[in-house]
């Protein structure tokens, strides 16, 4: 088993449900996705650019955005936590995942996947 498929089916539960939810919703998106192990968490990669990155952190799950400068539409829902170029999407249970609202922002990353992370 690769290194971010072990990553993800060892969280303990809920995390492990959403993990795995959160990663048919990026296989779903981007079928080229391809699915890294990078800072010892797992990463999506289009090509060598990064998407995002999910990590069990504490008593959520972070998915974390590199190029989330250039997401100003959804700026309400994302976590910067002093971060100053990372923002996060953050789940505590299952229910809390609106499918519709993460494919959108999937999408808008990917269509600034070739500019720079800070805007």
């Known amino acids: ?3 971010a498929e072990a990553y993800l089916l ?5 995390y492990r449900s959403i993990l795995l939810h959160l990663q048919i919703l990026i296989e779903h998106t981007f079928p080229k996705a391809e699915l890294k192990y990078k800072w010892r968490i797992p990463c999506y990669y289009i090509g060598t650019r990064p998407i995002c990155y999910l990590n ?8 974390g955005f590199w190029h989330s400068a250039h ?9 910067s936590e002093n971060r100053k170029v990372v ?3 953050r789940y505590k249970a299952l229910d809390d995942i609106d499918d519709d609202l993460f494919i959108c922002i999937l999408k808008a990353i990917e269509r600034h996947k070739n500019t720079s ?3």
Do not use: G, I, R, W
């Open 1 to 3: 088993m690769k290194p």
């Open 56 to 63: 069990q952190s504490k008593n959520y799950v972070d998915v």
């Open 117 to 119: 992370f800070l805007k």
């Open 71 to 79: 997401l100003t539409k959804y700026a309400e829902y994302l976590v």
């Open 10 to 14: 060892n969280q303990p539960e809920p």
């Open 87 to 89: 923002k996060s999407l």
